[in-house]
């Protein structure tokens, strides 16, 4: 239903999306999860249409490629927003009606479809109400009813319940499990609570890597390990005796000393399997008082710092991963645009970064200009190219600026 392969996607110099590659069969409902500035919502944009992929072999939604037959595929797709695109002055009917009529549905099927859908997500009763009005969680509901009225295959919903209260994010949890039944499902969040909740399958993204892809429990197992088993006992006066007859336990590989509370000591027992039921024997027969017994199952949080850290920590690995995709030129390989922009952290007065093919450090060069990106499009003529860098001191035009601009425009 959904099928990537070697999506990237460069803001400049900045690559935001590397390489990524994941298929999701019909009827799955997977969890896209990584910390803020991971790419989630970027690869979800690419997906739906709203922003161009810099390079892809394979971009297909819904059996439709994205590029190619983008209307086709969106009458197979419903997208629910971080930000919830409603008219606030509308009331929640007339965004309905709206949207119908943008989809050109016909009048009938529209009004059947309307009710079904706010009768599905539990705002039928709010159908006059304005939707400047409502609450944020309603406001999400109305969303998500947008985003059905097509009656679409997939659902691409990106962070659905950011800015929720606790109830409101149940009520929309319960919701979204509920339109897994008959949708192909792709949700983002940086919330585990969300994604544990309610995807089995979970793509983890970091730095704009894909690191893992699998079911939660595969994952933990994989990256995280089986958990360890942790006793408290009064043990008597050697706690190290009791490490070593706990060693000998069959299936024990390590035993950790831990902390010591009041009486009772605290042991971290790592090996295979469930080994409860031997520890607690033993402490039987030695006549250990037990305080706790438990098995330390490892979470998705476990998971998600071991690959989010671990992904952290090579910066230059990636680095010379970008500079041997980067283009050998001085010139950014797309023209950026003020979305553009501001999602690669390129900032009006920062310098671009220098390409391989110079030479010498911009430090060596100080007569060079220094050189920014300037979005004002009254900045030296209307005509400038706006994805051109231009030079930061206002009365030394950039390289190019002369034969972008008219004789007019250079006389005045």
């Given amino acids: 239903m959904i099928d990537v392969q070697g999506l990237t996607r460069r803001f400049g110099q900045v690559t935001a999306v590397r390489d990524v590659t994941f298929q999701i069969e019909t009827g799955e409902v997977v969890g896209l999860l990584g910390p803020n500035g991971a790419g989630k919502t970027t690869v979800m944009r690419m997906l739906t249409g709203y922003l161009p992929a810099?390079?892809?072999?394979?971009?297909v939604v819904a059996g439709h490629d994205v590029l190619r037959q983008s209307l086709a595929m969106r009458k197979h797709l419903g997208y629910l927003p971080e930000s919830v695109p409603l008219y606030p002055e509308m009331r929640v009917e007339e965004m309905m009606r709206f949207q119908a009529r943008l989809h050109r549905m016909d009048r009938?099927?529209?009004k059947l479809r309307?009710?079904?859908?706010?009768?599905?997500?539990?705002?039928?009763d709010r159908a006059r109400q304005q939707v400047g009005r409502l609450s944020r969680g309603l406001r999400?509901?109305?969303?998500?009813?947008?985003?059905?009225?097509?009656?679409?295959?997939?659902?691409?919903?990106?962070?659905?319940?950011?800015?929720?209260?606790?109830i409101q994010r149940i009520e929309v949890r319960a919701l979204i499990?509920?339109?897994?039944?008959?949708?192909?499902?792709?949700?983002?969040?940086?919330?585990?609570?969300?994604?544990?909740?309610?995807?089995?399958?979970?793509?983890?993204?970091?730095?704009?890597?894909?690191?893992?892809?699998?079911?939660?429990?595969?994952?933990?197992?994989?990256?995280?390990?089986?958990?360890?088993?942790?006793?408290e006992a009064f043990v008597g006066p050697n706690p190290d005796d009791a490490a070593?007859?706990?060693?000998?336990?069959?299936?024990?590989?390590?035993?950790?000393?831990?902390?010591?509370?009041?009486?009772?000591?605290?042991?971290?027992?790592?090996?295979?399997?469930?080994?409860?039921?031997?520890?607690?024997?033993?402490?039987?027969?030695?006549?250990?008082?037990?305080?706790?017994?438990?098995?330390q199952r490892p979470s998705l949080e476990d998971l998600f710092a071991k690959l989010v850290v671990g992904a952290s920590l090579e910066p230059s690995a990636r680095a010379s991963a970008d500079a041997q995709r980067a283009p050998q030129a001085s010139v950014v390989d797309a023209t950026p645009t003020v979305e553009g922009t501001l999602a690669s952290g390129l900032q009006l007065g920062m310098a671009p970064v220098a390409s391989s093919s110079e030479t010498a450090p911009?430090?060596?060069?100080?007569?060079?200009?220094?050189?920014?990106?300037?979005?004002?499009?009254?900045?030296?003529?209307?005509?400038?190219?706006?994805?051109?860098?231009?030079?930061?001191?206002?009365?030394?035009?950039?390289?190019?600026?002369?034969?972008?601009?008219?004789?007019?425009e250079r006389d005045a």
């Fill in 54 to 59: 810099t390079s892809a072999e394979r971009l």
């Fill in 108 to 110: 009938a099927d529209a």
């Fill in 114 to 124: 309307i009710g079904e859908v706010l009768e599905r997500v539990g705002v039928s």
């Fill in 140 to 166: 999400q509901r109305v969303g998500l009813a947008v985003a059905l009225l097509p009656e679409p295959d997939v659902l691409i919903l990106d962070e659905p319940t950011s800015g929720l209260d606790p």
């Fill in 177 to 231: 499990r509920e339109l897994a039944a008959d949708h192909t499902v792709l949700v983002s969040s940086h919330i585990l609570a969300e994604i544990d909740a309610i995807c089995p399958r979970v793509i983890v993204m970091a730095e704009g890597n894909l690191v893992a892809d699998g079911t939660g429990p595969e994952l933990v197992q994989q990256y995280a390990g089986n958990g360890h088993i942790l006793l």
């Fill in 244 to 295: 070593r007859l706990l060693k000998a336990l069959p299936g024990v590989t390590e035993v950790v000393v831990g902390e010591k509370l009041g009486i009772h000591q605290g042991f971290a027992i790592r090996g295979e399997g469930d080994l409860r039921e031997d520890v607690g024997a033993l402490a039987q027969i030695q006549g250990w008082a037990l305080r706790e017994l438990t098995w």
């Fill in 362 to 408: 911009a430090a060596a060069k100080p007569d060079a200009p220094k050189m920014i990106y300037s979005l004002n499009p009254f900045d030296r003529g209307a005509s400038r190219d706006l994805g051109a860098p231009v030079s930061a001191d206002p009365e030394a035009p950039a390289a190019d600026e002369d034969e972008a601009c008219t004789d007019e």
